[in-house]
Structures are given as C-alpha cells and as structure tokens.
C-alpha cells in the first residue's frame, strides 16, 4: 500500500486517482501527524510526502520515522512547490528520502518512479524470504550435523571397550597357541592382529574426530629428538605394510611438541603415502629447517597424485578424491586430524602432488611450540 500525505485534499484526490488506476491501493493522511500514527500502524511499500504543511513538515515526519526499525527503511518521494533550492533536496535525501519531485509534476513520470519502488519493494521481499529459507536451511543442517557428531562419539565409544576385549584375547590365545609352533595357525593369528590393528586404528580416528568437535583434544607437550621420533614411525610402518622408505635429513632438533601425535600425523602421511602408490614401493622421508625456529618434515610418494582442483579440500572433514574413494579403503579424516594436530602446534601442513606423477605431504612445525 501507498501513503499519501498532503494538506491539500485535491492534491491527494488527483494523484490517488491516478495511482489507483494503475492497480496501486492507497491509503492517505492529511497532516504530519495523522501520517506518522498509520505509518506506525500499518505498513506501507512507499510514502509520497508532501513537504509543506501546516504543523509537522514533510522533513520532520521522515526524521521521525527513520527513527524507528519498522519503519526506517520505507522509501519517500518528497512531493514539492516550494524548497526546490538544492539544500532542501539535500536535506530530503538525508532524511532517508529516496526520491523528491517538484510541484507540479508529470503524472506519468511519478506513475514510472512508484512503479520503480514497487519493483524494488518487490525483489527486498523476494530477497528477504530467500534469506530467510536459507537461514533456516542452515539451522536443519546443523541439527543435522550436531547428531552426526554426537553419533560418531556414542559409536566409537562403544565400539572400543569391546575391541580392547577381543584383542587382548587374540593375545592370550597367540600365547596358548605358541606351544604347538603351527605355522598355519600362527598365520591366522598374525592375519587376526593385522584386522584388529586397522580396526584399532580406525576407532582411534573416530574418537579424535569427537575430541576435536567437541574441543577436547588435549596434547602433552615434552621435549624430545625429532629425527628418532620420525625413525620410529617410519619402522612402524615398514613392520606391517610392503614398502621401501627412504630416510634423510638436512637438521634435527629437540622439539616442544607432543610427540605421539606429531607421530600419529607422520604415520597417517606414511600410511597414504603406500595406500595411494599401488604400483610403487618408493617412499622418500625428509627433514630439513623451514627456518630457525622451525622444522619442515616432507613424505614423498611416486603414487596417483591428486589433481590440482582437489588439492585444496584433502585436509576437509570426511572428504576423499572421488576417482580414488573407490579403489581404496577409507574415511577421509585421517588428514583432518593431521592438520588439526599440526595447526594446534602454531604449525601449518600443505602438499604438492601430480596426477599419475605422486604427492609430496609436508608440515612445517615451531621448534619451541609451547612459548
Ligand atoms: P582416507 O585416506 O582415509 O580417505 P585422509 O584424510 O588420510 O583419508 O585423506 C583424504 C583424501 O586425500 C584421500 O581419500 C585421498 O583421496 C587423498 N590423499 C591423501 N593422501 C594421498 C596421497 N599420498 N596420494 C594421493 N591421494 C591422497
């Protein structure tokens, strides 16, 4: 609806015609006051105000009603005779008026400019319920993600008590079983050792995700000899999977870390680095000096690379290439810990990789993380 608001009836009556005509309803006020009471009251799409009346002028009306958030954002077209001086013009456009047309006017140039506000009061309407729909569309996903979490935690929780069982079953049975010196059997309990490993792992994984949502991961930061720490992880890995790492190093230091999980996010990087090489045993370790105070530790693999567009999101929760998340077992938060861990440590990770080509996973880690 439309206000007009003019002291003069036959000014209303005349451009009301008008409006009407053109399919606008109109309501209409004949002073400041009785203006501003229905602008409270109801609500308008544009105010056309006249700008000389007895009592409250146009100009304070529009003052006033800036004033308010219901009604500071309705725009007016300052109808008038007089003031057409250029301070006046500026002064109506202070008062949030949009627009100011002189006396007498066209009344097809003021049909054009109220058909120009009700386009625009249009598009805000239709831009305010889009908002508003996907506002809320975020409100149910992360309702929906808050479950998710929750979810994973309960899961993994429950998942762990009776795996911690079952291996240390697998333990007392290997024991039981040495005296028979079985090959086969021993076989079948080194099988059962690598499943429960992988199934350990993967909880783990789990459960860090849920320390890292819910802000509980905690580090224990000690100082200790960087490069035995990476030896360590580096024979982990050769123990139980078919490969070839190379090792070499440029520096040391004895970092301020938490050294089990500044180990953990080596294995992880190793662990891909065989997983995503099927037809290469090659892995190639390094640490050299990022700078003084930091230390840079590279994992070079001759696997199947990533290409450049995905780069970008591998450290994302739960992403995974899409050519490769077929072929090959996963989660996809293994790196998501990783950087987590790494960013927790004031440090950064990156890669460079080459489709068909191979990856190259690095950190770079403050030397004194704990200062
Ligand atoms: P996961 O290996 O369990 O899927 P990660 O978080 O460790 O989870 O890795 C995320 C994704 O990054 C993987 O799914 C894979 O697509 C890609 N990726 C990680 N490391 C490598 C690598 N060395 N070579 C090729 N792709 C890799």
Excluded: W
């Excluded at 140039?109 to 805000?124: A, D, E, G, H, S």
């Excluded at 508003?132 to 569309?137: F, I, T, W």
């Excluded at 000690?222 to 580096?234: D, G, L, Q, T, Y």
């Amino acid at each position: 609806m439309i206000l007009i608001v003019d002291d003069i009836p036959e000014n209303i009556f005349s451009l009301k015609k008008v409006l009407e005509l053109n399919n606008f309803s109109v309501d209409t006020a004949s002073s400041g006051e009785e203006a501003l009471k229905k602008i409270l009251k109801n609500s308008y799409f544009l105010i056309i105000l006249d700008v000389q009346m007895p009592g409250m002028d146009g100009f304070e009306v529009a003052e006033t009603i800036s004033g308010y958030s219901k009604t500071k954002d309705i725009p007016i077209i300052f109808l008038s005779a007089v003031n057409t001086d250029k301070k006046f013009i500026t002064k109506g456009y202070e008062y949030g008026g949009l627009d100011y047309v002189t006396k007498p006017f066209d009344a097809d140039i003021l049909l054009l400019k109220v058909k120009t506000f009700y386009r625009l009061y249009k598009q805000k309407i239709e831009l305010k319920f889009t908002q508003e729909s996907l506002r809320e569309e975020i409100e149910v996903r992360k309702a929906a993600e808050n479950k998710k979490d929750e979810f994973i935690s309960i899961a993994s929780h429950e998942l762990k008590t009776p795996l911690t069982s079952i291996k240390g079953y697998v333990q007392l049975l290997d024991r039981s079983l040495t005296k028979y010196k079985d090959p086969v059997l021993s076989n079948y309990i080194t099988r059962t050792n690598l499943q429960i490993h992988k199934l350990q792992s993967l909880v783990n994984d789990l459960l860090d995700i849920s320390k890292i949502d819910s802000g509980q991961i905690e580090f224990n930061i000690m100082p200790f000899e960087f490069s035995a720490m990476v030896k360590n992880a580096i024979e982990t890995i050769q123990q139980t999977h078919d490969c070839k790492i190379s090792f070499s190093k440029t520096m040391d230091a004895i970092v301020f870390a938490d050294e089990q999980r500044i180990e953990q996010v080596i294995i992880n990087f190793l662990t891909n680095a065989v997983k995503y090489s099927p037809d290469s045993k090659d892995v190639e370790v390094s640490i050299t000096g990022g700078s003084d105070q930091t230390i840079l530790l590279t994992v070079k693999d001759y696997g199947i690379g990533i290409p450049e567009e995905m780069q970008a999101n591998v450290f994302n929760k739960f992403y995974r290439v899409e050519e490769s998340s077929t072929k090959f077992q996963g989660l996809g938060i293994g790196l998501y810990i990783s950087d987590e861990i790494i960013r927790r440590h004031k440090g950064f990770c990156g890669l460079r990789s080459e489709p068909g080509k191979g990856s190259e996973f690095f950190f770079s880690l403050p030397i004194n993380g704990h200062q």
